[in-house]
């Protein structure tokens, strides 16, 4: 089945109010007091400490995290691929995150008056003379700078390339556009076994390093459960031999007990050892 039938484009649009703000005048003051050039620094202000938007800025980053891993790179321009067997998995996410995201703002939205007011006064952040109101968005305005977008397009076709132009030059569009297919395939191909090289080496070697005064955290291993489980639904193209590398990694690895890892030598190296075996393999058919 081509590509194109199997799977799709996802776009992840995120914004949020920057609490960050350079302050001009500021930045001049603190360079004539220190006989410094007025372009040597500058000085940023943090408007704001409230809880709610640091509420706001973490559901936002795990929601980009998620977006990564359920998906795969098309380019550099922000668009990823998503197989149509990760779809509603990936759908699931993407709506409980926007849902949080969206309960969050509301929340914003209705404490922002009083926020405003503890701000003014605020010991943490301290402004005192430096505190501007007009540096803050009135709430309608500040509305406008919260949005959580998600986009799902189709994957192009070359063959479906409809701009009339001389033969000549469309069947040379199309095998350029052939051709930047091919190479965007690959390089998400790689991006799949990118991930397992990282998640696998770390585990054999935090496993090879454990001992005294060493700690083996639980998510060297969930970690990898969790990369495994994601995996199969990332094979773009579907490659036999990243499925079967899955398979191997999710029979002899993902069933092991972290706590039998730590307090097992044996067992650590048996398993340092099976997944140093995998990674070797896995050179026959991926190079990082």
Same mark, same amino acid.
């Given at each position: 089945m081509p590509l194109n039938e199997r799977a799709m484009l996802a776009t992840l649009n995120i914004s949020q109010w920057n609490t960050r703000r350079i302050d001009h005048g500021i930045t001049q003051e603190v360079a004539l007091s220190k006989g410094a *050039?007025?372009?040597a620094g500058q000085y940023a202000l943090k408007l704001s400490n409230a809880a709610v938007l640091t509420d706001i800025a973490k559901c936002a980053a795990a929601a980009g995290t998620r977006h990564r891993e359920l998906t795969l790179p098309w380019g550099d321009n922000g668009l990823r691929i998503l197989l149509n067997n990760q779809y509603f998995k990936y759908m699931q996410a993407m709506n409980s995150a926007k849902a949080l995201f969206? @309960?969050?703002t509301a929340r914003l939205f209705q404490e922002w008056p009083s926020i405003l007011a503890a701000e003014k006064i605020s010991p943490r952040l301290g402004h005192g003379a430096m505190f501007n109101p007009a540096k803050y968005p009135a709430l309608e305005d500040l509305k406008r700078r919260f949005s959580f977008r998600i986009s799902i397009l189709p994957l192009p076709d070359a063959d479906d390339f409809r701009v009339k132009l001389s033969e000549e030059e469309e069947q040379r569009v199309r095998e350029d556009m052939r051709q930047s297919f091919a190479e965007t395939i690959q390089a998400s191909s790689r991006d799949a076994w990118q991930r397992l090289d990282k998640i696998l @080496?770390?585990?054999? #070697? *935090?496993l090879a390093a454990y001992g005294p005064g060493v700690r083996l955290h639980d998510t060297v291993l969930t970690n990898l459960v969790d990369l495994v489980d994601i995996l199969p639904g990332l094979n773009v193209t579907a490659d036999p031999a990243l499925d079967a590398v899955i398979a191997e990694t999710r029979e002899k690895l993902? @069933? /092991?007990?972290?706590? #039998? /890892? #730590?307090?097992?030598a044996p067992a650590r190296a048996e398993a340092a050892s099976t997944a140093q075996a995998i990674l070797d393999k896995m050179k026959d058919y991926y190079v990082g």
């Open positions: *050039q007025t372009d969206t @309960g969050h @080496g770390h585990f054999a #070697k *935090q993902c @069933g /092991l007990s972290i706590e #039998k /890892l #730590k307090d097992y």
